[in-house]
Nanobody, 131 residues
């Protein structure tokens, strides 16, 4: 069973920072595009950021550009989401997910910001931004 485990969530004041981690068991994250998604109460799940498997191309939702940074450490089989200048509207459960982003032609494709192509999901970690 391919599993992803998120950690690093918590309660932080507005303007603060958190770093989320996504660790895989039973498979190497290096072969997968990884996305971070979030879902706030009463809202639909939305794509936050993604990083591709081979080129390391990154993408961000407009709402987090300039504040969040996604990165990967294949040696540690971990993908990170560094979140700075957090706002109350960033409060949500954050999920990491993995997709096979290599097409039959060998090129990279991603479904981000849609979550439709992501086959493997973690259980989520709560991020609460409040004073």
């Amino acid at each position: 069973q391919l599993q992803l485990v998120e950690s690093g969530g918590g309660l932080v004041q507005p303007g603060g920072s958190l770093r989320l981690s996504c660790v895989a068991s039973e498979f190497s994250l290096a072969y997968y595009g990884i996305g971070w998604f979030r879902q706030a109460p009463g809202k639909e799940r939305e794509g936050v950021s993604a990083i591709s498997s081979r080129s390391g191309t990154t993408d961000y939702a407009d709402s987090v550009k300039g504040r969040f940074t996604i990165s990967r450490d294949n040696a540690k089989n971990t993908v990170y989401l560094q979140m700075n200048s957090l706002k109350p509207e960033d409060t949500a459960v954050y999920y990491c997910a993995a997709e096979d982003d290599t097409g039959l032609d060998g090129l990279e494709y991603t479904s981000f910001p849609s979550d439709g192509g992501y086959d493997y999901w973690g259980q989520g970690t709560q991020v609460t931004v409040s004073s």
